[in-house]
């Protein structure tokens, strides 16, 4: 429920109408806006009977809101939020985020060259997994520990902050210690422990959406995150299964302005696992800022043919710096 004040409302009346909502055993969370203010309210489990909130002073209307999802809403948040990883704002107002590394730490040589290239091309944040989520259990499952630690040290050898994934609890102080922003891949988002627990943390997360989760379904989950208190969230379109084999995934590129509409978190589109294949690749990356994303994520492996992990959909270091300097050109076009 989002109880809208009337301009002109006194903040005796806002603390009136929250000691109301607190009385019915509810939680308040006032949305000052540069119009007016509002009171989402929160806890309720159905729908909750206002006519005592309606007829408060200063109360211009009750909006019953019955979406799953609330802290992630425009309804509630109006103003878009602005993600800080170490330095890097992303979010709207901002020059879209580079996201670029090889899927898996593979080697300290391997990270190190794949650090060096990207930054070099212009990337912001390296990624590159330690922990991975594979579909099968003989294929390479990261270095893990070790893992992070070659990514922290290649990142900090080159000045770049840090992305990569968190598959479980107990990993998370090892990968807090290395991240400067946690990852929850597509086969976690409706990992709800996991969510509970990375929205008790002080840390920016990047959520993928979940291989057949609905909008709905992957802003419930980005719920869990805000809930918990964490409102440090980015999202990201890494493609969706259909009943297209050609591509890995079907990249859902009417998301990024449909989020964009219901909610005020930055989206990111991932074009490496929505496609799998590095020729689409460029082209959907500059669809995907044409639509409004407000970054990209990209797999960059120095050697692809050798990638112990998605190399058909890595650019090479090379291909990644022609691919920043077409990107850059149709930013500066952008922002005109
Ligand atoms: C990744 O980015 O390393 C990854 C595994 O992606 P996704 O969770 O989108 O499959
Ligand atoms: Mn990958």
Redesign the pocket.
């Known amino acids: 429920m989002l109880i809208v004040m009337t301009h002109d409302a006194t903040e005796t009346q806002i603390d009136a109408v929250e000691a109301a909502v607190l009385a019915m055993g509810l939680r308040a969370e006032p949305i000052p806006g540069s119009l007016r203010t509002a009171i989402g309210v929160l806890g309720n489990q159905g729908y909750v009977d206002d006519t005592s909130i309606r007829e408060l002073p200063g109360v211009r209307e009750v909006i019953h809101v019955s979406k799953p999802y609330k802290l992630v809403s425009r309804d509630f948040h109006p103003e878009p939020t602005v993600v800080d990883v170490a330095g890097v704002l992303i979010g709207e107002g901002h020059r879209p985020v580079m996201m670029a590394g090889p899927?898996s730490i593979e080697s300290e040589e391997q990270i190190h060259l794949a650090a060096a290239q990207v930054k070099k091309a212009g990337a912001h944040i390296l990624r590159g997994?330690a922990f991975k989520?594979r579909t099968g259990p003989h294929s390479f499952q990261g270095l893990g520990v070790d893992g992070l630690k070659l990514l922290r040290q290649a990142a900090d050898a080159v000045g770049l902050p840090v992305v990569t994934?968190v598959m479980r609890i107990d990993q998370l102080d090892a990968v807090c210690q290395c991240a400067d922003m946690l990852?929850i891949?597509?086969?976690n988002m409706q990992n709800f422990d996991l969510l509970k627990e990375v929205g008790k943390l002080d840390m920016p997360v990047l959520l993928?959406r979940g291989m057949s989760a609905t909008i709905e379904e992957f802003l419930s989950a980005a719920e869990y995150l805000l809930a918990e208190g964490n409102g440090r969230v980015v999202l990201c379109e890494?493609g969706i299964r259909t009943f297209e084999k050609t591509t890995r995934n079907t990249l859902d590129l009417s998301i990024v302005p449909l989020i964009h509409e219901m909610s005020h978190l930055p989206i990111i589109v991932?074009p490496s696992?929505a496609t799998g294949k590095r020729s689409l690749v460029p082209v959907m990356s500059k669809a995907a800022l044409v639509a409004g994303a407000n970054g990209v994520m990209v797999e960059v492996h120095p050697d692809p043919a050798k990638a112990l992990c998605d190399g058909a959909q890595s650019l090479t270091g090379d291909d990644f710096a022609a691919f920043m300097v077409e990107l850059d050109r149709l930013v500066e076009f952008l922002e005109q």
């Open positions: 899927c997994g989520p994934e990852q891949g597509a086969r993928k890494r991932d696992h």
